[in-house]
Nanobody
Framework: QVHMVETGGGLTQAGGSLRLSCAASGRTFSSYPMGWFRQAPGKEREFVAAITWSGGSTWYADYVKGRFTISGDSAKNTVYLQMNSLKPEDTAVYYC????????????????WGQGTQVTVSS
């Protein structure tokens, strides 16, 4: 059974930093892209970043590019999201995602979700 646990959320001021971790278990995650999504109150869940284990390719949403960095440790089945220069609009529940696939339409398919961790950025 696939199981993913996010940690590292919390409260910080604008301009601050947080690091999220997602520990996964249940299958060989190194075969599938992993990523992060977020959902703010009253808004749809949106893509943040993703990483492929093979080659270590990464890609980001424009609104976090240059501020957030995704990385991973395949030996630990763990993916990280380093968030710097945080803004109040980054406030959301952040979800770890496994087997992230982008459709031609620009939307995403995700096989498994974590339970989410709250990130709150005060102004």
């Amino acid at each position: 059974q696939v199981h993913m646990v996010e940690t590292g959320g919390g409260l910080t001021q604008a301009g601050g930093s947080l690091r999220l971790s997602c520990a996964a278990s249940g299958r060989t995650f190194s075969s599938y892209p992993m990523g992060w999504f977020r959902q703010a109150p009253g808004k749809e869940r949106e893509f943040v970043a993703a990483i492929t284990w093979s080659g270590g390719s990464t890609w980001y949403a424009d609104y976090v590019k240059g501020r957030f960095t995704i990385s991973g440790d395949s030996a630990k089945n763990t993916v990280y999201l380093q968030m710097n220069s945080l803004k109040p609009e980054d406030t959301a529940v952040y979800y770890c995602a496994e087997d992230v696939r982008k459709r031609n339409s620009g939307s995403y398919d995700v096989a498994y979700w974590g339970q989410g961790t709250q990130v709150t950025v005060s102004s």
